[in-house]
């Protein structure tokens, strides 16, 4: 006959929390999971044990999580992961030293279709924010654009090889490579200035500034954006995310009222746009406003950016590679502002939920919970802080 289990009472607080969290009673949590009310109350308490499987899994689909989150055995996992994104990650830098337009292509190629396949799925990869994904779908994809740029459908090689260079760069960056997504940027440029399209050296230069910041290379960025401007002429969409790049690389620089200019002459190009998804760059009014709040996060006003969220529905862009950045800035500004931490906590889930490698692998969202982690004591939401610093330190 086989022992009943000892209830953890860690599993219980876990529970609890995440349900306080989200302003649920017992009895409208426990109808979510399909479990009685009492019985979701004794497992709170550490009187029962959630030993079942298949009520620990009701219980995490309730409130939004996995299973793993409330039995706290979540680490192993994450090092696995982190260690298939580092894996991801390697493979993807030796393709980028590979694809020198300069050195000959060797092999056969599939045919340019399957190759516009291949980049738009690496592309609904990384803008769901699977970027480990993504890192390995693409170094089969750059070889093979390599090899058919010396093919007869080199044009529209390099113009894959452009988009598919860019990904690259977006998503070393989103899984914190920044001196590799330089590499993937300078890829970009090669293919640009290769292909004749007058549009992809802007679109180039876009990506090379955000590398050149994320690399904490400021006044490069800005120089980079700025001659972009210059040079561009066609594309209000490109020359509005160059003012976007520009005004970051003002910011980092510590000169705010400039950024907030570049900010405001963005803001006038996608009044006249609109929404857009130009080459995947998804400039409009509701990506100005999500660069907004990203800049005023840090330096700025973090009552302006709670007033942007609040106007701000992040759901008109439908990509979570742009926005987890509303959640997280708006878990930044509340943070500073010190008065609502269990509404920032929410947002750092809720940001998590959605680009979990982002989130794990950010040095500034990294400071938020330990920032608030030191003001929880023993407040609600101490545990769910601690359980995410500590995805936060596996990564």
Avoid: K
Wanted: net charge positive.
């Amino acid at each position: 006959m086989s022992q009943r289990r000892t209830p953890d009472p860690a599993v219980g607080e876990r529970i609890r929390t995440r349900r306080l969290l989200r302003g649920w009673s017992v009895r409208f949590a426990a109808s979510r999971a399909g479990v009685s009310h009492a019985s979701w109350s004794r497992i709170e308490r550490g009187l029962q044990a959630a030993d079942n499987r298949f009520t620990l899994a009701d219980i995490a689909r309730a409130l939004d999580c996995a299973p793993s989150d409330l039995a706290g055995i979540g680490v192993p996992a994450q090092d696995r992961a982190a260690a298939a994104g580092r894996a991801a990650v390697l493979g993807l830098r030796r393709a980028l030293i590979d694809i020198d337009l300069t050195e000959p292509p060797s092999g056969a190629a599939p045919p340019p279709a399957a190759l516009a396949q291949g980049v738009a799925l690496a592309d609904a990869r990384h803008n769901a924010c699977d970027y480990a994904g993504a890192a390995r779908l693409l170094p089969d994809l750059l070889r093979d654009l390599h090899t058919e740029t010396a093919g007869p459908a080199h044009a529209e090689a390099l113009r894959l090889l452009c988009e598919a260079t860019h990904i690259a760069s977006s998503v070393l960056r989103g899984l914190g490579q920044p001196a590799d997504a330089w590499l993937g940027a300078e890829r970009c440029r090669e293919a640009a200035e290769a292909s004749g399209d007058p549009l992809l050296p802007g679109f180039a230069a876009y990506a090379s500034a955000r590398a050149a910041v994320a690399c904490g290379s400021y006044q490069r960025g800005q120089t980079i954006a700025e001659r972009a401007l210059a040079r561009h002429h066609g594309s209000p969409e490109i020359l509005g995310s160059l003012h976007l790049v520009a005004a970051l690389a003002s910011r980092c620089r510590g000169r705010l009222a400039d950024s907030r200019d570049w900010l405001t002459e963005a803001a006038a190009l996608a009044a006249r746009t609109g929404e857009t998804d130009t080459m995947g760059m998804f400039f409009g009014p509701t990506n100005v406003d999500i660069w907004r709040m990203s800049i005023e996060a840090d330096d700025g006003d973090p009552a302006t950016v709670v007033e942007i969220a609040r106007r701000t529905d992040p759901a008109t862009i439908p990509a979570g590679v742009r926005q987890v950045y509303y959640y997280a800035d708006t878990a930044r500004a509340l943070a500073r502002l010190g008065a609502r931490d269990r509404e920032a906590i929410r947002f750092l889930l809720t940001a998590e939920r959605i680009a979990p490698q982002h989130v794990r692998t950010s040095a500034e969202l990294a400071q938020t919970v330990r920032v608030l982690l030191n003001r929880s004591r023993r407040q609600a939401g101490g545990t769910e802080l601690r359980a995410l610093s500590e995805r936060l330190q596996s990564q």
